[in-house]
């Protein structure tokens, strides 16, 4: 399995299902295009999704609704129907998901902060491990991190023209992403003595 990241832009996902486990798959691509296709569906789809579907779901007339997707998820209860819809999608070269397995795209659990999003998955073996692994980077990533980020983000504007070569400004922002003392100063709150510090660091002060 090779993790990516993909931009929503105006790709197109279709939902197989409405109930829970559908809504729990359309979260996950909030932001792209949702067709939802099912027979009932919750009213928390109908607010994410851009359009549904409301017919009785059937792997004869699954294909028809699959025009224009860039990704096809398998989202109902029925076993069975999940293979098909997932077999129907992978056979016209879609990418799947499907809720019982096999398709070509896993969805993961997602922890995702303002200026970050940290992703783990189990390869689709064990589903309870990600979400339990989530928890614990939850815990572990305190605001310190947040601002770690923001004073990146600040320095980069300074070191583009201060340091003229790529790699020694990787190299000098990984230096400062390892010094104990400005983190503990990003712990204490005290964001602007940590910025001073890295500009010092850099001899940029």
Not at 92 to 110: E, K
Not at 129 to 155: C, H, K, N, Q, T
Not at 167 to 190: K, Q, T, Y
Request: with cysteine.
């Amino acid at each position: 399995m090779s993790p990516i990241a993909l931009s929503p832009g105006r790709r197109l996902v279709v939902v197989f299902g409405g109930g829970g486990v559908a809504l729990r798959k359309c979260r996950h691509f909030e932001g792209f295009r949702i067709r939802v296709v099912s027979k009932e569906v919750l009213p928390e789809l109908e607010a994410i999704a851009e359009e549904v579907v409301l017919e009785e779901l059937d792997p004869s007339t699954a294909g028809q609704h699959m025009d224009g997707a860039d990704i096809v998820v398998a989202a109902t209860s029925d076993h069975a129907l999940n293979d098909a819809i997932r077999d129907i999608s992978m056979s016209r070269g879609i990418m799947t998901n499907s809720a019982h397995g096999g398709g070509d795209v896993l969805i993961p659990s997602t922890l995702h902060r303002d200026g970050y999003t940290v992703t783990v998955s189990s390869e689709g073996r064990v589903p309870a491990f990600p979400p339990y692994v989530i928890r614990a980077i939850d815990g572990f990533l305190d605001e310190s991190y947040d601002g770690m980020l923001e004073l990146l983000v600040d320095l980069r504007k300074v070191i583009r023209t201060a340091i003229p070569t790529q790699p020694a400004r990787a190299e000098f922002l990984a230096s400062v992403l390892d010094d104990e003392g400005i983190w503990g100063m990003l712990r204490e709150g005290r964001r602007d003595d940590a910025y001073a510090a890295a500009l010092a660091k850099g001899g940029l002060a």
